[in-house]
């Protein structure tokens, strides 16, 4: 905690200053153009990796970057969903999931999770996309398994993200994007899931630029 509250005093003497304009503006409401759910390992931090300033970015973290399909207990992840498409009118929603995450591996090795029960129900909303990789690696213990489930998770709830009535009436009408992400911790890279290719690219910057307009169509 100690660690904390000088956080908290550096950023009150000499943060805060540096961007009271910003904050001053801010105080008076929010308009945010993209919603970035990613999973809450702490070594995630979306507004750095995107380098959002405050108010750019609307954030929902959740253990394995979740999306339960529209009508399933959420936690509150469906209230922010709802929020950020009708009442702030975002652009974009961004599934981010990430290399090394102990909700994947949780998921292929349920012992690890044996003593925590909410964290075991939770996890069930992603065991469509573990029984894909279940049917393709033999050894859930390759790390290669884990790697490819990290991907197919992002992708199952890409479609469970389209069962939200407002997400699904937008992303139909061409004024909402999905995209699906995968950050790489050790190296900092970005991949994208190319719908054309049908897998996750490298999000260069030329990529990003060249980005799908709004309303492009994933696969499922």
């Not at 003497?13 to 970035?36: I, K, M, N, Y």
């Not at 931090?45 to 995107?50: F, G, M, S």
């Not at 399909?69 to 981010?96: F, K, N, Q």
């Amino acid at each position: 905690m100690k660690k904390v509250l000088e956080g908290v005093a550096h950023f009150e003497r000499e943060v805060f200053p540096e961007h009271r304009e910003r904050f001053r503006q801010l105080a008076r409401g929010q308009s945010p153009d993209t919603l970035l759910i990613s999973c809450s390992d702490s070594r995630v931090v979306p507004d750095l990796i995107v380098q959002a300033r405050p108010g750019e970015l609307f954030v929902c973290r959740n253990a394995g970057n979740i999306v339960p399909s529209h009508g399933r207990p959420s936690g509150g992840v469906s209230a922010t969903i709802e929020y950020a498409v009708v009442a702030l009118g975002v652009r974009d929603i961004i599934i981010c999931g990430h290399s090394d995450c102990g909700a994947m591996k949780a998921l292929l090795n349920p012992q690890i999770v044996a003593a925590m029960p909410s964290v075991a129900r939770w996890l069930r909303y992603a065991e469509r996309a573990a029984s894909v990789v279940r049917e393709n690696f033999a050894d859930v213990a390759d790390p290669r398994a884990v790697d490819a489930l990290v991907e197919e998770n992002v992708l199952a709830q890409l479609d469970n993200l389209k069962t939200h009535p407002c997400v699904a009436s937008r992303f139909g009408s061409g004024s909402l994007s999905l995209h699906g992400w995968v950050f790489d911790i050790e190296s900092g890279r970005i991949r994208t899931f190319d719908a054309e290719r049908k897998a996750f690219v490298s999000l260069t910057a030329a990529e990003y630029a060249a980005a799908p307009p709004a309303g492009e169509k994933l696969p499922g």
